[in-house]
Every structure is written in structure tokens, then in C-alpha cells.
């Protein structure tokens, strides 16, 4: 029985490591279930020059992942389809990671507003006490944000801020964007070669 990881990408800028995430996920063989936001549309039409048309989402995905795109693997959800699979806990998912999340779609996934289908399903998937991983790109952050993701760490979510790390010797862009990425592929236990791993030096006395 299929069981796919839900991707829900929010407004926020960042739709690089949505798409990283996203190749990752498909690259291990992953099942996909993509909900993006009305306002993340803009971002990305913004951001790539792509944009997600509902009646042809499967040839503008595959022109901003870079790839085929077989339905098998990756299923896209209307983000107004409130009778979509992903709204009821009875749909069989793995779990649910929201990136880039912005400060809205923070808010309204902590307060269970459920306004959209990506609200909605990290709600279903909180309530369910499956994995959900939250990605906030934001900075610098207010209080009422940082009270919002603190009641997302309570409620059971992983809050892994957009915080790329230098110490693989990154050169481009592309492999900080992709260090994120597999910062959030290791927090839902899904193997990946996005970066290089850290493993010690020897006689650093650490």
C-alpha cells in the first residue's frame, strides 16, 4: 500500500529547499504527496520563474524539479482541496515535512486553523503522532513566532530552522541549500548523499 511522505510548501522564500527535499525524497524511492500554498505559488513564480498550474501540475513540476514525473512517485494536491487524501487521518502517510515554513503557516499549524490543505494535514499528521518536520526560514524571529514554533516542538514536530552549515567546505550555493536538505532527510530517517558528513579529526581531543 502506497504511503507517502507529504511536502507542504509554504509562502515563505526558500522553494530551493523544497526542491532539494523533494529530489531527495524521490532520488531513495520515496512516494510524495505535494500541497503548495497559494501564496508559495508567487514565491516561487518569483524565486525560478516556475509556476504550478493545477490542471498541468505534472509538467510544471517536472520543469521545476528537473525531472519526470511518475505518478506513482509524486502526487500533487490543490492547497483549497479540503477533501483531498492527506485532510483525514484514515489516509496512510509516513509523516509530513513543511519547507520552507513560513510564519503564517507556522501560526496556523499551531493553533490547528487548518485554513488550507497544508494546514490541515500537519494538523492530521501531529494528531496522528507521525513525524512532521517544520523548516522556518524567517530571521530575524519575534516572539509571537518563537512561541509558535515552541508549541510545534510541545505538539510533537521538528522545528529545523533553515540553518545551512559551513563546515563541509561549501563552494556554491546549490550545497547549502542541499545541507538543509539533508538535515531534514536525516531528521525523517531517509538516507541521502547530500552533503558530507563530519567525522572527526583525529587528535582534535574532541
Known amino acids: 500500500m502506497r504511503s507517502p511522505w507529504i511536502v507542504g510548501v509554504s509562502g515563505a522564500s526558500g522553494t530551493p529547499y523544497a526542491r532539494a527535499v523533494l529530489g531527495g525524497l524521490l532520488d531513495a524511492g520515496e512516494a510524495v504527496d505535494l500541497v ?104 530575524p524571529v519575534p516572539r509571537s513566532h518563537l512561541v509558535h514554533l515552541l508549541e510545534l516542538h510541545d505538539a510533537g514536530a521538528t522545528v529545523l530552522p533553515a540553518s545551512p552549515g559551513f563546515y563541509a567546505g561549501a563552494m556554491e550555493v546549490q550545497q547549502l541549500v542541499d545541507f538543509v536538505a539533508g538535515k531534514v532527510l536525516d531528521a525523517i530517517e531517509v538516507p541521502h548523499s547530500l552533503f558530507e558528513r563530519w567525522k572527526g579529526e583525529l587528535g582534535s581531543g574532541r
Open 36 to 139: 503548495v500554498s497559494r501564496a508559495a505559488r508567487l514565491t516561487l513564480l518569483d524565486e525560478t520563474g516556475e509556476s504550478i498550474r493545477d490542471a498541468h501540475w505534472k509538467d510544471d513540476l517536472g520543469a521545476w524539479l528537473g525531472r519526470d514525473i511518475a505518478t506513482d512517485d509524486l502526487q500533487y494536491w490543490p492547497a483549497g482541496d479540503l477533501a483531498a487524501g492527506p485532510s483525514s487521518g484514515s489516509y496512510r502517510t509516513r509523516g509530513m515535512v513543511v519547507v520552507p515554513a513560513s510564519t503564517a503557516a507556522c501560526a496556523g499549524i499551531a493553533l490547528g486553523l487548518s485554513k488550507d490543505l497544508l494546514q490541515r494535514a500537519a494538523d492530521v499528521n501531529l494528531k496522528e503522532r507521525r513525524p512532521v518536520v517544520i523548516v522556518p526560514r524567517e530571521t
